[in-house]
């Protein structure tokens, strides 16, 4: 990993660690959700799961990962680098069949793992760098997979993707209060 997202994991620890502090609940979903709210398409754009090999890369608390595996019968490998939220997300889901909730960079997973039908991503492909991200995925999928994702477009500021491959600043809000800067590829 290089330096932005070096930054990002030590980001997405302390926002898993600010969660565990306080215990936050998050509702169950029983859809998935691409953007910030629940609209949109749904399962339907992942094409048949059922006993399908499906990745969640960047799968955070693994509610989406869980869903997949829980009532479409998906074989879903979850894979997220932030300690504190795999913990989080085994303390909760440990026990789903058709789930496994891996902890580890996204590329070295890609790099070594058997090929999956799906891989999906929601808002976890811009914490990772393109250049390193992009061939690793190619290779994963199976002929003929799918791959789904979605990033940011636009931020809370109103300021679109960047013309350049480039990392920039972004703010991640902490429950509670606060925030955070991570670096993310909006382009
Ligand atoms: C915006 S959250 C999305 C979580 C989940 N997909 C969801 O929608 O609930 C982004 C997640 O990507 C993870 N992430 C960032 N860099 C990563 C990397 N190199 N490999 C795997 N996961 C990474 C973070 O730890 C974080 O949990």
Request: with cysteine; glycine share 12%; hydrophobic share 40%.
């Amino acid at each position: 990993m290089n330096g932005e997202e070096l930054a990002n994991v030590t980001a997405w620890t302390a926002y898993g660690t600010r969660h565990l502090e306080r215990a936050t609940a998050v509702a169950e979903v029983d859809r998935l959700t691409w953007g910030f709210w629940p609209t949109g398409p749904g399962v339907e754009v992942l094409g048949d799961v059922t006993g399908r090999r499906v990745l969640d890369l960047g799968s955070g608390l693994g509610k989406y990962a869980a869903y997949l595996a829980r009532e479409h019968g998906a074989l879903v490998d979850a894979v997220d680098v932030s300690t504190t939220q795999h913990q989080r997300a085994t303390a909760r889901y440990g026990s789903q069949p058709g789930l496994n909730l891996i902890l580890g960079d996204a590329v070295e997973h890609l790099r070594q793992c058997e090929q999956y039908d799906v891989i999906y991503s929601i808002h976890g492909f811009a914490y990772v760098d393109p250049w390193r991200l992009l061939p690793a995925l190619a290779a994963a999928l199976a002929p003929g997979g799918r791959l789904v994702f979605s990033v940011l477009h636009t931020n809370s500021d109103g300021v679109g993707p960047s013309t350049t491959v480039a990392a920039r600043p972004e703010i991640l809000p902490l429950a509670g209060g606060g925030q955070l800067t991570v670096e993310m590829w909006v382009c």
